[in-house]
């Protein structure tokens, strides 16, 4: 079983920058996918960013492709979220969460396993 724990939310102005992380434990780590979703008040959980088991591959949504980038570090089993320029529109609870898949994927239902979440939140 492998468990997620985010770190790192909090409270910025716009245009400012935050990393996230996300500890996991577990021996599953290196061998999986690894995702960032979000979801915001109201709102279904989305897809922010996803990185291959290896790191080689990387995918991000629309909304955040040139200002997010995900990365990890397989020797630490973490996974990191940089996220720049930030907007009060990336407001939002940030998940991590595993694929025993492999590959990198968008659609939360590839996902085994969650984190709670960590908050970030944008002020204009």
């Known amino acids: 079983q492998v468990q997620l724990v985010e770190s790192g939310g909090g409270l910025v102005q716009a245009g400012g920058s935050l990393r996230l992380s996300c500890a996991a434990s577990?021996?599953?780590?290196?061998?999986?996918?690894m995702g960032w979703f979000r979801q915001a008040p109201g709102k279904e959980r989305e897809f922010v960013a996803t990185?291959?088991?290896?790191?080689?591959?990387?995918e991000y949504a629309a909304s955040v492709k040139g200002r997010f980038t995900i990365s990890r570090d397989n020797a630490k089993n973490t996974l990191y979220l940089q996220m720049n320029s930030l907007k009060p529109e990336d407001t939002a609870v940030y998940y991590c969460?595993?694929?025993?898949?492999?590959?990198?994927?968008?659609?939360?239902?590839?996902?085994?396993?969650w984190g709670q979440g960590t908050q970030v939140t944008v002020s204009p």
């Open positions: 990185i291959t088991w290896s790191g080689s591959s990387t």
């Open positions: 969460a595993g694929s025993i898949l492999g590959y990198g994927s968008s659609r939360l239902y590839e996902y085994d396993y």
């Open positions: 577990g021996r599953t780590f290196s061998n999986s996918a």
